[in-house]
């Protein structure tokens, strides 16, 4: 078994992740940032009541796509804490210069539909290749998948907004 604890078999691994399963991988990260986008599919599972106020600045969000248009998306945004259930915890920004995040609590994050179940099935097929590459347990695999599509999660997020960015000053 690897012992992934040291700097140089983490890099070893994350270096084997992006190139034994960059397809996969670019699959998910797809599949995520359009279900991340789709405020039907977030909106199916909101449990936090609007309107919303920013605790900080006083601003009011009447609706949840006033708070999700209204607000910055920040890295690992979206996360759960297994102690407290199966919600979710979507954190956004307040616009500037207050920055203040703010939360908002959705139920089980589970996705049934087909692109969801795709996305899980290219996981299982990622974690269970890692774990036969690197010879390492199944928790670890885990952790080394999420961690590497957490990370190209935020760049592609942080590229997207670049691009609007800069298409809008086009403009």
Same mark, same amino acid.
């Not at 500037?96 to 203040?100: D, L, Q, V």
């Not at 080394?144 to 760049?155: D, F, G, K, P, V």
């Given at each position: 078994m690897s012992s992934l604890t040291d700097p140089k078999e983490a890099l070893k691994a994350q270096e084997l992740c992006l190139d034994t399963l960059r397809m996969e991988l670019d699959e998910i990260v797809h599949i995520s940032l359009n279900l991340s986008k789709s405020l039907g599919f977030l909106k199916s @599972?909101?449990?936090t009541p609007?309107? @919303?106020?920013?605790t900080k600045c006083a601003r009011i969000f009447e609706t949840f796509e006033d708070f999700y248009k209204d607000t910055s998306e920040i890295a690992r945004g979206t996360v759960n804490y297994p102690i407290l259930g199966n919600d979710f915890y979507l954190h956004r920004n307040c616009p500037?210069?207050? =920055?203040?995040t703010l939360v908002v609590v959705f139920v089980d994050r589970r996705d049934d539909s087909l692109p969801g179940l795709r996305r899980r099935l290219l996981f299982e097929t990622c974690m269970n290749r890692l774990r036969q590459v690197l010879h390492i347990p199944r928790e670890q695999a885990r952790d /080394? +998948? +999420?961690? =590497?599509? %957490?990370?190209? +999660?935020? /760049?592609r997020t942080y590229l997207e907004a670049e691009r609007e960015?800069? %298409? %809008?000053?086009?403009?």
């Open positions: @599972r909101l449990k609007f309107p @919303r106020k920013c500037s210069p207050c =920055e203040t /080394i +998948l +999420l961690t =590497e599509l %957490a990370n190209q +999660l935020t /760049i960015q800069q %298409a %809008a000053s086009d403009s």
